[in-house]
């Protein structure tokens, strides 16, 4: 049998173009797979390889040799080593190999005019939004989009989006949340109604990745190579991609080689800000929301006795007397706390002293959410629908959500976990909304840290750039 | 040395004993090691569960449905099952993660030492074998690696007959199993049958029937997780 029949050939590529893949993710036959490998569309890689003295993962870019191990394979009977930093996607053993396909490109569809979203764009989200079709156009390597938290980030991709899909290309947003994937997918799909969009992400329903735009955690871009001409990276200072150095390795792998990469950022991390000082970033700042009000700037709030206060689940007093004096008691409360264990058992005592001061109606509730909570979803709807009055979250709502009207407190501001860009996207979930735009931040610590002095700094800076006193 | 679990650097405490000992280094934190449950106090004498009956009424089913005696003597499992040994298993044995075997290794080793000593010396240990198949999907046979941390000889002398995962499978049709294990080779001593996890304990009777019927004296089970 001839496998160049062209048909089956342009379908292959369909399936498999872009991708680095295990046998095991190959659904093919040996027989048709061993073909398709010896006329060159497969080309085989060593999955684990020497580098010096240290092995690497093809796969993932690990060198760590704590995340190797040793595994006495039952296929071909030898002791050999297998990666397990990236367990989670399939085994990447020793004696394998990882498998790029390099017959025929896929041709991909060139629109007309793909987007149908008619949304307005403020004068400052229009300029980032031209600069980003110019990066486009010129097929500049880098741009980073530096916008404030609220500024509206996903509408000013569109215009990027519907001039490279004119031009026929492969876009891929890539974000480091899997929440962020859901909340995006019907939105892109609205917009762009007659492009194929896949959403990936660990326990997605569609796994193909075989559309022409497509939106994923960062993680799932570990099986491309060399698959996208336009990548947009949102949040590129938040953990994992900032913490994991195998995911700017897979992000850098599946884009093309003369590909445009766009990174989004409210809260730029030292070494972007001191490559755009040094003139090697190309960057365009976005310094106003969306509604065109400053960003919350947070007020610090010394504590005395807060550790013995956390150790016993008690709310702070300093927080119960602000409680009693809001600007806006109607707002809801989004209170975040440095641990699991926190959240959880600060919650009863924290409304029975509530009810006890007359400061929580009955039918208000407070609820808490962390990251290994399984109806985490439907908690942060609730909130969102007023369900829920006061929400008490570890970080993980740090980023990506949007509370119409809340107040923001954080109980312990001077833990580890909230560094600067934490600190900056916590502030940033005050005032969102245009119809009360302002909100409360709340600082609670028991000594400042450089974190938080740099995070209030950082607000007030951009605040200057946007124009407000 | 890093956390076989979270990968955390691990450092070892120094005091008198370390100094003086030599203790071997952890293979997983405290923190992590401290999520694991092992099953202590009162239990049933036969399957391992936490109860305060001498057995437990599972076990008096076992006695009283089966038409002839029980199979299996007794069984001792090390740890109760609670979500951080299901996520740990899960990755192991599904994923593929073969060292993190090794968190167990300790504690397998120590369990055999203090509840088998009874068992005389030329008791053989058989690992509740895999599917071909599953095996070569697998990479290898978590029982196996288990039946390597203790002292005993070992032999295959069952195999099994590829099937649905009992895992996928509900308590009722767990029960209702046909045998999946054949005999390869007939053993006169007492036998040790180990896996990983003790659920309704039917895999494991299954087994033991089977061993017995053909010449085997007595068999007993040591399961790392009582489920």
Redesign the interface.
Known sequence: MNPANTETIDMHAMQFAGKLLLRSEIPLDDDLFQQLVSSGYFKPFPAITRKFFQHQCTRCGNQDS??F???????CKKEHL?C?KC??MG?V?ECEALYQWTGPVPDWQTFENPCSWGGQLTDRQQLAADRIVQAIERKEKELLVWAVCGAGKTEMLFPGITEALKLGKRICLATPRADVVRELLPRFREAFGNVTIQGLYGGSEEKAGTAQMILATTHQLLRFQHAFDVQIIDEIDAFPFHADPSLPFAASRARNPDSTTIYLTATPRKKQRMQIASKKLEHIFVPTRFHGRPLPVPKLRMCFSLKKDLTNYVPPKVFIRWIQSRVNPKRQLLLFVPTIELAEKMRRELTKRLRDLGLLDEEKAITSVHASDPDRAEKVQQFRQKAIFMLLTTTILERGVTFPSVDVVVFDAGHVVFDEAALVQIAGRAGRSPDDPAGEVLFLHDGKTDAMVEAVKSIVAMNRRGGFR | MHCLWCNQQTIAETNWSTLLFLSRPASICKACEQKLEKLTGKRCARCSRMCEENVCADCRWWETHSKERDALTSNYSVFAYNEAIQDMVTKWKYRGDYCLGNIFKSHFHQAFKQHFHFLPKHTIAVPIPLSEERLLERGFNQAKMLADFIPLKQAETVARIHGEKQSKKTRKERLNTKNPFTITKKVNKPILLVDDIYTTGTTLRHAARLLKQNGCPDVYAFTLIRG
């Open positions: 704590s995340l191990a040793k595994i006495p394979c039952s296929t297998y397990r367990i989670e085994r053993m």
